[in-house]
């Protein structure tokens, strides 16, 4: 298992296949406005909030209304043999959202209709245009919730896409668990469902869960169907420092071993909680801490409290500071969210590469100290947050987009991290998903027949290369 | 979405294909006594728990022992382009283990070590012959446990193969949700890994629930990780009998609505109860009767038994009827367990043709109600299990094989069953996979679009179609 060389991971491949003026002729006849190759609107759609700055925009950005509107467009990109790279919001990490080969955006943010809320049945249905805010808006006169929470309000279908995962994760789980069916069109334009609205099913290949994290390579998701909660009775959100990152770790590694459900246990490092509190204009105390949240009946939320305050103290936590209001969790929540932007605003013009490392969480402590060290010694700011509850952390290293020597170092760290992770038996990517930043890394990762399987299956399900190529592997 | 013609279901189609003379010399010469062809041990590997009876068995049986010798039987065979069959207890009750191309049976009950408990991870990683028992045996020292539990003592192998689930998965969900990674030997010989020990993960094509419930056709299984559980600080289960089906399945429909987090919520009906009883030595009230179990700590324990008890009570339950000690909760699901047996044993000679639909909870009781009224009025006796809080349950319709009208009513059955279960949004197989019975369900469940991606799937892993060929869907 040898690290990749890092040369090749901000320079992404670029092979600009053709777009036939008869393709572009043709879209905006058929979709008018809703077809734009003004260059803002493309330029918009070329990128994400990746640290790739030089790919050259999709040729054009098709707005879709419907199902069948994307079939459309992916049926003459078909006939074309042109690229089509689906477009939500555009909050990917990893580049995903561009046309390294060219191609057609098709932005789905305008299907953004909840279709059909089966509050009984603790399930939706949405277009994937909807936003994780929107659908809990959506669905909160029922009583449900939708727990999946990457902190951006990316939609449903670039989460599907990515297999998302985010704070709650440590209870209710990832995209993975939480998707039960879909609705796709497929690389030949054709419109397939997934599964159905059961919550279990045997029947033939998962064909849901190759769609979950295939990064838009094997299909455009046009409808999402995922699992809702009850919204829990009681809920309590708490801060705790602690005099070290280690003891911080050590207190999630002993909440997890022990069972406690907990809903969210996050870390911030003791230089992120400065830069939240600078950014958000608040004023947690300067020290590594953990955020967390309990869900459940009024007295298991006191139980799982309690004894998560046992083992903190023991290990060094001080006292914790209650949220308890809907207002002080929104604040603090909201806070750690924005984290990302608050690191970003620390450092005027800078861009962030995020790791995504996730590990067994026996090996938390080990894979995060010596990370930490490093990246201290290398003298680049950084920003750490966790859903350390998963063994899931985030460095963002924060660089100068125009400094060849700063992205060096950045991509260093990564490197060694990832190296270490995978060491641990741990993933390169617990949540973000590969794009073009992690291509070498997947395939250290899972190893040369195991990329070669991804790949045989890609070339089955789109022998012309169309789905978002050039991400997760290169054909 | 018409419903298939029933004519088909219990005549699988057989092609016997050739299995030369050299690869069986090829094999004795290697593998010795672990080779065998000898008529009984064929016949034994050849059939399953399933109604069919007229496959002939396959041409020999080898004993793994290592998943390099599973990779140098595939290897043989791909050279030979003749199917293997994976076979690990043999408790599959749709064929799967049917040789209807021919072929070699590779049997893994050998391998069944545990190769590694990670307690401080809740990961165990073994191989694929060790039973749900074994395994259970081998990590109670930890204080941690396996939940899925199929009833059958499968092989854990067998289990991810069909992505079985059980009593437990209303809380702990199915082989989907438990299997972390796995090791498999592709059609080419090819040893693979699928994932990694970390919770959770975005890293590519999501290959392990590809593997998960493919039922052999896209490799052999020979390692499993999967995710244990702690052991409850308290367990408590309870038995109460209500004056109908239809108040059994309302109180677990209010159950799952209000999202308690119950372990066990099991119905049976009366009549299944009086061969339970029988079979047993029980004395259950012969009535419909839920079967809870409550996990947590003792007071989410007692919380969970107080609401569910009210609930109940407002629907006609009866008192509860506890099992507090760990003897009489083992007593309780054994019988649970045994039920299949107790109908088996109930009409001597017979074999049961099982359904296995799966609907959202809220049309559980239109989806029940009316399948038993068509039971009932079809004179055919039958068992009736369920594990209602998933929407999951399973007629079993007692048919004597030598008899076509008694085949033809239960497929009739089955049949109607079906077309009502996807019509109310759910699935033909909720745990117990497809197989050679329920491939035109599937076709009509998932529609043709679906089951053609599945075999692109299929044909671009195994072009030689070797892995366990003609089930799930013809080729």
Chains 1, 2 share one sequence.
């Not at 609107?41 to 994307?70: I, K, M, N």
């Not at 094997?218 to 829990?232: F, W």
């Not at 790791?355 to 950084?382: F, K, M, N, Q, W």
């Not at 990564?414 to 890394?441: I, P, Q, Y």
Request: net charge negative.
């Amino acid at each position: 298992m040898n690290a990749p060389t890092p040369s090749t991971h901000l320079a992404p491949t670029i092979l600009q296949r053709e777009v036939p003026d008869a393709l572009l002729t043709t879209l905006k006849a058929r979709f008018a406005e809703r077809c734009s190759t003004a260059l803002v609107v493309r330029e918009q759609h070329g990128r994400d909030e990746s640290a790739f700055t030089t790919v050259p925009p999709p040729a054009a950005v098709v707005f879709a209304l419907s199902t069948q509107e994307v079939a459309e467009v992916v049926t003459l990109a078909s006939q074309y043999r042109v690229p089509v790279i689906p477009f939500g919001v555009g909050s990917s990490l990893e580049g995903h959202l561009l046309a390294v080969q060219g191609g057609i955006s098709i932005d789905v943010s305008r299907m953004n209709q909840v279709l059909a809320i089966n509050a009984e049945d603790l399930t939706v249905t949405v277009q994937p245009g909807v936003t994780r805010k929107q659908l809990n808006e959506a669905v909160k006169s029922t009583g449900l919730f939708f727990p999946i929470d990457p902190g951006a309000d990316a939609t449903l279908g670039g989460m599907s896409a990515t297999r998302a995962s985010g704070t709650n994760a440590v209870r209710y789980g990832t995209m993975r668990e939480n998707v039960l069916a879909l609705e796709v069109v497929t690389a030949s334009g054709e419109i397939t469902r997934t599964g159905t609205r059961a919550k279990k099913s045997s029947a033939g290949y998962d064909l849901t869960r190759l769609m979950v994290g295939s990064e838009g390579t094997l299909g455009v998701i046009t409808e999402v169907t995922v699992k809702l909660y009850p919204l829990p009775e009681a809920i309590s959100a708490a801060v705790c420092s602690f005099p070290s990152i280690e003891a911080a770790v050590h207190t999630t590694i002993q909440i997890i071993q022990m069972g406690i459900p907990i809903a969210r246990v996050e870390l911030i490092d003791a230089n992120t909680v400065r830069m939240v509190n600078a950014h958000s204009k608040l004023t947690l105390r300067e020290e590594p801490q953990l955020l967390m949240e309990f869900h459940g009946s009024p007295a298991s939320v006191k139980e799982q409290a309690e004894t998560v305050q046992e083992i903190a103290t023991e290990l060094g936590g001080n006292a914790f500071e209650w949220a308890t209001t809907p207002e002080a969790r929104t604040r603090l929540w909201t806070a750690r969210h924005n984290a990302y932007f608050a690191a970003i605003q620390s450092k005027p013009g800078c861009r962030a590469i995020s790791t995504d490392t996730c590990v067994p969480i026996s090996r938390l402590a080990d894979c995060l100290l010596d990370s930490v060290a490093e990246a201290d010694a290398s003298g680049l700011p950084y920003f750490l947050v966790g859903h350390v509850g998963d063994g899931n952390f985030h460095f963002g290293y924060l660089l100068d987009p125009d400094s060849p020597s700063e992205r060096a170092t950045a991509e260093q760290l990564n490197h060694a991290l990832v190296a270490r992770a995978l060491k641990l038996e741990g993933t390169c990517s617990g949540e973000h998903g590969v794009g073009l930043h992690k291509m070498d890394f997947l395939l250290t990762e899972a190893g040369s027949g195991a990329v070669a399987m991804m790949r045989t299956i890609k070339q089955a399900l789109d022998p012309h290369n169309i789905m978002n190529p050039g991400k997760i592997f290169t054909l």
